[in-house]
């Protein structure tokens, strides 16, 4: 446990920062906007084509897929625009994103449990072995790739 001390505090603290911010209006720039989507839609291309090998994982991408375009368009109907400023601004709603940032830290811990209990004395991808790991890691890039 003193070993991954650390790495949970640096987490944590990544965490904190990225829900603080997404609480806070951003600036909208249309570049950055489309290269996180390509970017998104690209490595969840390469995951499923990669990584996904039995029913139960594809079971899983399919419900996490439908859940974060679920997410995501309700989180963009509740998102306000300013556009009366040079460069507009947006501002997420707190609650679905934290709602998505509470998934986040549940899909770490799920990870880190069922890796160990799998296998702990190896690396282990856990999108190959859990419905779980792949519903959550697909709604994320379902949810951000419809959000942006």
Known sequence: MNQLLPL??????VLGFRLRRMAAEQTYRSATVWARVVMLSLV?????????RSI?????LGGGFFVGLALGGLSLSRTRFRTDTDPPRYQTNPYIGAVVGGL???RILY????????????PVNPLTYSWVAAFLYFL???YWSVYY
């Open 104 to 106: 986040f830290v549940v």
């Open 8 to 13: 949970i505090l640096i987490v944590v603290l």
């Open 140 to 142: 994320f890039v379902t």
């Open 111 to 122: 990870d880190s449990i069922h890796i160990r209990a799998i296998a702990p004395s190896g």
């Open 56 to 60: 139960a994982t594809l079971a899983g």
């Open 44 to 52: 969840g291309l390469a995951v499923l084509v990669l990584e996904m």
